[in-house]
C-alpha cells in the first residue's frame, strides 16, 4: 500500500496544482487563502492520525517534539510551494514535491546514524 500511495503522489500534486490555478484564474480565488485552508483540512488529517498512532504505541516526548519541529518545515514548505504551483511553472515544483521523500529518508538516515538497506 505504501508503495501505491507513493508512486499515486505526484499525481495528487499535479491535481492540487491544476486546481490551484483553475480557482484562482476562473473564480479569483486568492491562491494564499487557498494554501491556508489545504493546510488547516492537511494538518487536521495529520493530526487525527497522530491521536490514532499514539493510542496504539503510547506516547513519546521525543517523538512529538520532532513532530512539532518537522511540522513547522513542512508547513513553510508546503505553503511556499501552493505559491508556486500558482505564479509558475509546476514541472520544478512538482519534481521536488515528488522527491522529497528520498531527501528525507536520506537527511534522517545521516542525522540519527541509521543504515540505509534494500528490503
Known amino acids: 500500500m505504501a508503495i501505491t500511495f507513493g508512486l499515486a503522489d505526484p499525481l495528487f500534486f499535479t491535481l492540487k496544482a491544476y ?9 479569483r480565488f486568492k491562491v494564499w487563502d487557498l494554501a491556508i485552508d489545504g493546510q488547516l483540512v492537511s494538518h487536521l488529517l495529520l493530526t487525527i492520525t497522530f491521536v490514532v498512532y499514539t493510542a496504539v504505541t503510547g506516547f513519546e516526548k521525543t517523538e512529538f517534539w520532532e513532530g512539532q519541529v518537522a ?13 508556486a504551483f500558482a505564479s509558475g511553472p509546476g ?6 514535491l515528488a522527491t522529497q521523500a528520498i531527501y528525507q529518508i536520506l537527511i534522517n538516515a545521516y542525522a540519527f546514524g541509521q543504515g540505509i538497506s534494500s528490503i
Not at 514541472?91 to 521536488?96: E, K, M, R, T
Open 91 to 96: 514541472g520544478p515544483v512538482n519534481a521536488i
Open 71 to 83: 511540522s513547522v518545515f513542512y508547513l513553510i514548505g508546503n505553503h511556499l510551494c501552493s505559491l
Open 19 to 27: 486546481f490551484l490555478r483553475i480557482s484562482e484564474q476562473r473564480y
